[in-house]
């Protein structure tokens, strides 16, 4: 069986203009590992097994933001032509 509950909280902050920001995040910081137990038994044998997981976790990040887009993404003002398709219907393909 294992633990049931997670736990985590996170938080960021821009600095610098909003250019750079820092995060950071911890995960279960009231549980350092995850116990898994099992027990199986039978009409002829018992077996137990026992395993253990590092569950806590600490993250730390930094980033930066370099420039901005200063215009909208224009749409390409070229469409496809689909000039390969036969008007007529005398023609097969095979060209």
């Known amino acids: 069986m294992a633990d049931k509950w997670y736990y985590g909280i996170s938080a960021s902050k821009d600095l610098v203009k909003e250019k750079l ?3 950071g995040s911890i995960s279960n910081p009231f549980n350092k ?4 137990i099992n027990d199986m038994t039978g009409p002829n044998f018992t077996q137990s097994s ?6 806590r976790s600490f993250n730390i990040s930094l980033s930066y933001r370099f420039g901005r887009l200063k215009d909208e993404i224009r749409k390409n003002r070229r469409g496809i032509k689909n000039d390969d398709v ?6 097969q393909g095979g060209n």
């Open 86 to 91: 036969s008007g007529g219907g005398g023609q």
């Open 50 to 55: 026992f395993s253990q997981n590092y569950y």
């Open 21 to 23: 920001s820092i995060s």
């Open 33 to 36: 590992y995850r116990n898994y």
